[in-house]
């Protein structure tokens, strides 16, 4: 005999038909606009390091001085060819006929050089390029014109700041095509494993693109105005960011849609009961991410406090398209989305299961891992713990202070190839010099101290038109003065971007300060230098700031301040765990030389904001079950229910981060690993045994204060701790407690 389909009475047309149609019509237009602006971030995007410094740092204010003696705002190129034998007369003159080609490429300061090598077997010219333009498209008409131009047989590298800036605009390069259809193909192919479904992939897929589109839309909106400023490093982030968060909101959503189906015939009914079931776990989980990525806005590094409003503007628009356009689609798709494997809908009696143990109805992994919670739920949580503490001991090799730039770009670079052909021939900082500004009245004393300091190999003061002063007959005798200030040039040692040269700097600064405590070091060196000390205070200043926000939200969302304090805990251990593995694996397996200062604290900042993101499908569900059946069933039929959406919505985002790792950038490989490891290890671990059996082992007690949290005086009392069904014959007071609501 046919079960009655029980139907709820039809939805009017405007809600099944209009709104659908209305929400992807305007969905399908943000893309429109949003999708070629993709191609116009380059207009709005700089990837000058000197510009993410504060405005307070000393290599700033030095090189606001600077460039008060200069007309225009320059780095410099330097053009190196070598030779395995000495130069000739005639290679010689090759080369200085090479200087008025190069000065007609470009509109800056006339063309130092030729420089012969002590040696004679190198010759360097330094080329000023204005900053203003596009240095590499600069670099690389040099590169071709010395290539022309130089001896024959002669090996030659466009190098420098400006070498290495156009080096790594090039590896950035891919940020535009290959990230995003490598993310894309991951999430795709994870999606159809997943689902078993050709439609319904497609539309979560569009749902996290068209969120990409109007990601891009708003950020390059705001980068127009100048409200932050964007790098390819920000960019290549948001577009992970967006795909992988989008993605996992969208998991959430279908989970509760295809939940809702085998309770109703009618799509309508089914998409508005998923949107009312996942609205605060979604709503919450965005919420937490936007607010912990603008801590970033706490920074004094601006390249931290550019990457806070353009990530927090990325799910954003992730947080949106999964409640309007993905909800949307399903609603003009119903049941045909998940053809040909749709869901059916359950026998009455069947849509609301009584729970005794909270394993009823679960079959499979997460049946036998929800049977070894509550057989050992505190020899569970204490193993997770104790593997987690030994993964952390890794922490101890973590070198995170920088690394040379020339390391940075993992690929093939010609600047690279010419810092090592310009060590070789002459002194190491050629090109790069640290630049000292100090009082005229001190010049001389100044000029003496910065000859005399270690790892200084020659310096001089600038006078008009940048010619030395070098004290040989006929040089100029009066330095250039600007606001009663002088400039001086020191070349270092050292290749510009090393740790040598920046303990050469600071020595610099110490002796210096000395003799004119108002005198500033600038130059590539020291905004490298102050890079990392600023990113290191920036660390110690913002995980406080994003775990009290993020403790708040929690305890608002489920209404316990035990629950969130432990929670919070399980999510810094798994991240010092993250870190801990990844200095093994950069060290020992990939021969990084370190790691970029900024490493920990976007690790730290993206790993603990979506790793409450599992917290809060986790527990807000639990807490959902716990007020229907009881709190240990109900940690167990939560459990269930949402283990196989947390660990798809875990594969995707490591799978969306590793996609980082194509990219050639030492910065964003370490990113990329850190993240995808770290959210497998919170998947896996931490999220599927470690909280959990802790909040099994303490049963109420992890609602506390809560109502939830206290025993009903009426209830059966709860069996000792351990119990594996310490819940068992409470269904009545887990009904009662339905009313705590």
């Not at 913002?542 to 919070?568: F, K, N, Q």
């Amino acid at each position: 005999m046919k079960q009655p389909s029980h139907r709820k009475p039809r939805a009017p047309f405007w809600l099944r038909w209009l709104i659908p149609v209305f929400l992807v019509s305007a969905w399908l237009a943000v893309a429109g606009v949003g999708g070629p602006t993709f191609g116009r971030l380059d207009e709005v995007s700089s990837n000058d390091q000197a510009s993410f410094l504060p405005a307070g740092a000393e290599a700033t204010k030095a090189q606001g001085w600077q460039e008060k003696f200069r007309d225009s705002r320059e780095i410099p190129a330097v053009v190196v060819i070598e030779s395995d034998a000495a130069f000739t007369p005639a290679q010689l003159g090759e080369a200085a006929e090479l200087k008025g080609k190069l000065e007609a490429l470009k509109a800056g300061s006339a063309v130092i050089g030729p420089i012969p090598s002590s040696d004679q077997k190198a010759v360097q010219l330094v080329v000023p390029i204005p900053s203003a333009g596009e240095v590499k498209d600069v670099v690389q008409e040099l590169r071709n014109e010395v290539i022309a131009g130089a001896p024959a047989g002669m090996r030659t590298f466009i190098t420098g700041p400006a070498g290495l800036t156009a080096d790594l605009a090039g590896a950035f390069a891919g940020i535009d095509g290959i990230l995003l259809l490598v993310a894309l193909g991951a999430v795709f192919a994870i999606l159809l494993i997943v689902y078993r479904s050709l439609l319904l992939p497609l539309a979560v897929l569009l749902t996290s693109v068209f969120a990409l589109c109007a990601a891009i839309l708003l950020v390059f909106g705001m980068a127009k105005l100048g409200w932050i400023q964007l790098n390819g490093q920000s960019q290549g982030i948001l577009s992970i960011l967006v795909i992988g968060a989008a993605t996992d909101y969208a998991l959430l959503y279908v989970a509760r849609f295809r939940e809702a189906l085998t309770h109703t015939t009618n799509r309508t009914a089914a998409v508005l009961t998923a949107w009312r079931a996942s609205f605060e776990p979604i709503f919450a989980s965005g919420a937490t991410v936007i607010i912990a990525l603008l801590c970033l806005l706490f920074s004094d590094l601006n390249s931290n406090k550019a990457l806070g409003p353009v990530a927090a503007a990325g799910i954003l628009c992730a947080l949106v398209a999964a409640l309007t356009l993905l909800p949307a689609l399903l609603a003009l798709l119903g049941r045909t989305a998940f053809w040909p494997f749709r869901p059916r809908l359950m026998p009455e009696g069947e849509r609301e299961p009584v729970l005794v143990t909270g394993l009823e109805g679960q079959k499979g992994l997460w049946r036998a891992t929800g049977s070894l919670v509550s057989r050992r739920p505190r020899t569970v949580w204490v193993a997770s713990v104790l593997l987690l503490l030994a993964a952390s001991a890794g922490l101890l090799q973590l070198k995170a202070n920088g690394v040379p730039q020339t390391d940075v770009i993992l690929s093939a670079s010609n600047a690279v190839d010419g810092q090592d052909a310009l060590a070789r021939h002459f002194d190491a900082g050629s090109g790069s010099p640290a630049v000292i500004v100090a009082a005229e009245a001190k010049a001389g004393r100044v000029l003496e101290t910065v000859k005399a300091s270690d790892g200084v190999g020659n310096a001089y003061l600038l006078a008009d038109g940048t010619v030395p002063i070098t004290g040989a007959p006929g040089s100029p005798s009066v330095p250039a003065v600007r606001g009663g200030k002088v400039l001086l040039n020191a070349t270092l040692d050292f290749a510009a971007d090393s740790t040598d040269a920046e303990k050469a700097v600071l020595k610099l600064r110490e002796s210096v300060g000395a003799v004119d405590p108002g005198a500033l070091v600038g130059g590539v060196t020291a905004t490298a230098l102050d890079t990392n000390t600023t990113a290191q205070r920036d660390l110690v200043t913002i995980i406080p700031v994003v775990l009290g926000v993020i403790l708040v939200i929690l305890m608002l969302l489920l209404r316990s301040v035990l629950a969130p304090v432990l929670l919070v805990a399980s999510v810094v251990l798994s991240y010092a765990a993250a870190m801990g593995v990844s200095a093994l694996v950069f060290n020992n397996i990939l021969g990084f030389p370190g790691a970029d200062a900024t490493v920990p604290l976007f690790g730290f900042v993206f790993l603990v904001a979506l790793g409450v993101d599992y917290n809060i499908f986790l527990m807000s569900r639990v807490r959902e079950e716990s007020l229907k059946h009881g709190t240990n069933a109900g940690i167990l039929r939560g459990l269930g229910v949402t283990g196989g959406v947390i660990t798809s919505a875990g594969v995707v985002l490591a799978a969306t981060f590793a996609a980082l790792g194509v990219i050639p950038i030492m910065f964003l490989v370490q990113l990329a690993f850190i993240v995808a490891f770290g959210v497998l290890l919170d998947t896996v671990l931490v999220r599927s045994l470690l909280v959990p059996a802790l909040a099994y082992d303490l049963g109420r007690r992890i609602w506390w204060p809560g109502r939830l949290g206290r025993p009903e005086p009426a209830s059966v009392g709860e069996l000792p701790d351990g119990a594996g069904t310490r819940e068992a014959g409470t269904r009545e007071a887990g009904t009662r407690e339905a009313g705590v609501r």
